[in-house]
C-alpha cells in the first residue's frame, strides 16, 4: 500500500533561514508521481511541483528545491531564505497511475512558521 | 488562482441533513476528484470522475455520492450528515498536475 511519512510535524524558523522538509514514501509500484503541496492559513492548497519516479534530478525554482532519491525513498523539499509568507502547511503526496486514476495519497503535512 | 471553483465556501448546517457541494473544473480538464480534509483523518481521497465516469473510489461513504454532469462540472452529495462529517472538501482537476479548488468548509451542528 501506498504511504507517505511526513516526520516532522511543526517547525520555527527566523526568516532568512534555509529550513529542509522531509518526505518519506512506500509504494511497490516502479512508475509513481510525487508532489509538494502548501497549504497557507487562507486555506488553499496550492500545487508546487510534480516528480515522476524516472526522474531522479534535482530541481530547483527560485528559492524553492527539491531532493529526489530514490535509494532512501525520499522526495525532500528546501526553503532557502526563508520568508514570513512562507508560513503554510506543506504536504508531501504520493500517486500511483491505476485504472487510469491519479489519486493522491498525502502525507500529514508539516506546519512551517516564519517569524520575522 | 488554480481555475477551479467551488460552491459554497461555506456551509452549515444540522445532523440528519443533505447537502450539495459543487466544483467546475479548470477548462479542459476532464477529470474532477474530491477530497476530504479533517483534523482527525487528514487528507483523505474520496472519488474521481472523468468525463462523466466514475474512475477511482476512496474511502468515501455510503452517504455520500458523487456526479459529474456533461459540462463537466461535479457534485458532492453528503446525506444523513453527522458531526464527524464537519471538514474541508475540495475538488481538484487536472491530467497529472492536479489543481485544487479554494474549499467547501463544511460545519456540522
Known amino acids: 500500500a501506498q504511504k507517505v511519512t511526513q516526520a516532522q510535524t511543526e517547525i520555527s524558523v527566523v526568516e532568512k533561514e534555509d529550513v529542509t522538509l522531509d518526505c518519506v514514501y512506500e509504494t511497490r509500484d516502479t512508475t509513481y508521481y510525487l508532489f509538494w503541496y502548501k497549504q497557507p492559513p487562507s486555506g488553499e492548497l496550492v500545487f508546487l511541483i510534480r516528480?515522476?519516479?524516472?526522474?531522479?534530478q534535482n530541481e530547483i525554482s527560485g528559492r524553492y528545491s527539491w531532493n529526489f532519491q530514490k535509494s532512501t525513498s525520499s522526495f525532500n523539499f528546501t526553503i532557502t531564505a526563508s520568508q514570513v509568507v512562507d508560513s503554510a502547511v506543506y504536504f508531501c503526496a504520493l500517486s500511483e497511475e491505476s485504472g487510469g486514476s491519479e489519486k493522491l495519497v498525502f502525507g500529514k503535512g508539516m506546519k512551517l512558521t516564519v517569524n520575522p | 488562482d488554480s481555475g477551479v471553483t467551488q460552491t459554497p465556501k461555506h456551509l452549515i448546517t444540522a445532523t440528519g441533513q443533505r447537502v450539495t457541494l459543487r466544483c467546475s473544473p479548470r477548462?479542459?480538464?476532464?477529470?474532477v476528484y474530491w477530497y476530504q480534509q479533517s483534523l482527525d483523518q487528514g487528507l483523505q481521497f474520496l472519488i474521481q470522475?472523468?468525463?462523466?465516469?466514475?474512475?477511482a473510489k476512496g474511502n468515501i461513504l455510503e452517504r455520500f455520492s458523487a456526479q459529474q454532469f456533461p459540462d463537466l462540472h461535479s457534485e458532492l452529495n453528503l446525506s444523513s450528515l453527522e458531526l464527524g462529517d464537519s471538514a474541508l472538501y475540495f475538488c481538484?482537476?487536472?491530467?497529472?498536475?492536479?489543481?485544487f479548488g479554494p474549499g467547501t468548509r463544511l460545519t456540522v451542528t
Open positions: 477548462s479542459g480538464d476532464l477529470s
Open positions: 470522475y472523468y468525463n462523466g465516469e466514475e474512475r
Open positions: 516528480r515522476n519516479s524516472f526522474d531522479e
Open positions: 481538484a482537476s487536472g491530467g497529472g498536475e492536479q489543481y
